[in-house]
């Protein structure tokens, strides 16, 4: 058991043929059982040709009708990464993972609204992970997205976090204690995304196989304190947390597009009060996330 993504999950790469997609692609062939994993690349202009043996589709609803896939990872750039979700979610597929980094915000506006009026009308709900993250993976089974495969071990906390680099050194941090991961999952830096901390909690929470989890925050926005306020009320299990940025000035954008400080509740100081408020166990030091995590188990 994990979440959302399991060995049995097919994945169709949107931009396989670009240095980027080629190379992941490759990398998430070779870890776990990727390469019944991975069954699928889109390229409009290179339908009929394979890369390395991956049949290559013009669109995402023939690789889906061809295959049966239920995900796709985007890789396509940033002025065609839109269009790249959009199509995906038109496919019904389960889940999309959006890597590209710096898609125009209009351009994430208009999907997620086209996004909320599909389900509105009825149709089926597409989860979306990203623009702007690592990805995911559930360790010894599949990864998808550019995180280092090495450093995951199989094991009982779940990992969630803004901020990429530091999805990994929690890992390692939990994986160097001989923890492990049940699932980590990178949800990205942007402004305009989809899933949030607050979601990937609920599915922690009712996840059999995850005993305790870090959660890993950023300056900017209001998704962490929701997530605080929610694992409050309803989390069945342990959470530590994290949040970059302690040392920001207000009103300064800094790296991610989504770490821009408004008002006083998105400061670092302001939401690692309320988690703490929450029950939410926090440091202020990246590098004790681990032995933080180890104190409430």
């Known amino acids: 058991m994990s979440i959302l993504i399991n060995k049995d999950t097919k994945v169709i790469t949107q931009g396989i043929t670009g240095k980027t997609g080629q190379f992941h692609t490759r990398m998430c062939r070779e870890y776990a059982n990727g ?3 991975f069954v699928a690349g889109v390229n409009p202009k290179r339908a009929g040709e394979d890369f390395e043996g991956v049949p290559i589709f013009a669109t995402v609803k023939d690789a889906k009708a061809e295959t049966g896939a239920d995900v796709s990872v985007i890789y396509v750039p940033p002025a065609g990464a839109a269009a790249a979700i959009w199509e995906a979610v038109e496919a019904d597929l389960d889940l999309v993972v959006c890597i590209t980094e710096g898609i125009p915000v209009r351009d994430m506006l208009e999907v997620r609204n086209k996004m909320k009026a599909k389900e509105a009308a009825g149709g089926k709900k597409t989860l979306l992970l990203g623009p702007n993250c690592p990805g995911l993976i559930t360790p010894d089974e599949i990864k998808i997205g550019i995180m280092p495969g090495h450093i995951h071990r199989k094991g009982r906390i779940g990992v969630v976090s803004r901020s990429g ?6 890992v ?12 980590a999952v990178g949800i990205g830096g942007d402004p305009i995304n989809g899933l949030k901390h607050i979601d990937i909690l609920k599915l922690f929470n009712d996840d059999p196989e995850t005993d ?8 900017g926005g209001p998704d962490e304190v929701e997530a605080a306020r929610w694992a409050k009320d309803n989390m069945k299990k342990p959470v530590v947390g994290f949040i970059a940025g302690v040392t920001a000035p207000p009103g300064k954008r800094m790296g991610h597009a989504g770490a821009l400080i408004s008002g006083g509740a998105d400061t670092a100081d302001a939401k690692l009060a309320v988690m703490e408020e929450c029950g ?7 590098s004790e996330m681990g032995k933080l995590l180890k104190t409430v188990l």
């Not at 939410?280 to 990246?286: V, W």
């Open 212 to 219: 305790a989890v870090i959660m890993i925050g950023e300056i």
């Open 35 to 37: 390469k019944n994993a």
């Open 165 to 170: 680099t530091l999805t990994y050194e929690a």
């Open 172 to 183: 390692a941090q939990v994986t160097e204690l001989g923890l492990g991961q049940s699932s």
């Open 280 to 286: 939410i166990r926090t440091t202020r030091n990246p």
